[in-house]
């Protein structure tokens, strides 16, 4: 018995410091070499090689400043909805599993829990992915201090992780449990009938659904056509799903059990009153949050796209964000390129110039020294 004990608790310890790693390397590994190439005269290899290729150099500054920029405020935020929505729906089941005495009997049925991540809850994540941004592409790439965001992980780290999955488990908590509570008398129509254990299903199913749809429209700061079609025709194809998916049996034998759950669902005062009241009530604490968070807390990019909604210019808003920002580099090179005092009574060096100068106000400017050029004479031999 030492001996299992003394291999158990050495693979225990294995497997901790592995999963210890794991998490460390997805946590802290948020930095990579990325290839970008320019393809130019000297031909298509480093192009073709790179993991971007722009066409000029000048290119470089957008694509990190403003598509670099939207990418990890958009891949942060897929991740952590994508967490937030599954651990919202499945520990709903531990919480019917502890009413259950463990007895395996499952809440939803099988196909909805299924088809979870692959039509209800789809769109949300695909539209905060492709077509969120925190601010205008000018403003990104005119301020360049909107870029800090990224390189200093405010978006994704360890405590903001925790922050999530702890909102998606209290959020699971409530809505299961308020739930219960409005059905706890099992009189859920006028007529005195009581439900089944598919109908409490569909019913927390659907406040789900409607609660983790509401939750990404909380956090995306680009509202567009294709956003909201995305949100609210999300929780429209549940509705047909249901009213579909129901009533297979038996023209096409699957889902008995589910025969006629569409009626009984949608023919519940309870059930309509919950779906208004549970997920608001739910979501009270994430708006509470972001309202004070935006009020008192503002970020740069927030304080930004403030403006823009405003339609006022950020640039007042960004230097005072910036101004006493300097890294001691740039105050070392503030120092070298500052004009040095002009000693009293020195003698003031003539201001002199390039014949080939091209400055605006240069001493020879460019257009006065081609008028004076004389093109009629033939040049001295020599030259």
Known sequence: MTHLYLISWCLFSISLWWWRWRWRRFFFSQAAHVGVGISGVEGLQAACASDYSI????????????????????????ILYS???????????LWF???????????????TIGLYNVIFTAF?????GLFDRSCSA????????????SQSGQLFNVKVFWLWISSAAVHSILVFWMTMGIIR?????????????YFFGNMVYTYVVVLVCLKAGLEIDAWTTITHLALWGSILSWFIFLGIY?????TIPIASEMLGEDKILLSSGVFWMGLIIIPVLTLIGDVTYKVINRSLFKTLAEEVRAKELANEDPATVVYRATKHTLTETARLLKNVFRKP????????????????????????????LIRLYDTTKSKPEGL
Request: net charge neutral; glycine share 6%; charged share 20%.
């Open 55 to 78: 066409a000029q150099f000048r290119f470089l500054t957008k694509l990190l400043f403003v598509h670099g920029a939207w990418s990890y405020s958009r891949l942060t935020k897929l």
């Open 83 to 93: 967490f937030h929505k599954n651990v919202c729906l499945y520990v709903i089941e």
């Open 97 to 111: 599993a502890i009413l259950c005495g463990f007895s395996g009997q499952t809440l939803f049925e099988r196909w």
């Open 124 to 128: 949300p994540p695909l539209v905060i």
């Open 138 to 149: 000018e403003n990104m790439q005119r301020f360049p201090a909107l870029y800090k965001t």
């Open 185 to 197: 008398h099992d009189v859920v129509w006028s007529s005195g009938r009581t439900g089944d254990n």
């Open 246 to 250: 129901c009533n297979f049996w038996p």
């Open 341 to 368: 005092l002009r000693v009293p009574n020195q003698e003031i060096d003539l201001q002199h110039g390039y014949a080939f100068s091209q400055e605006e106000h240069g001493v020879i400017p460019h257009s006065e």
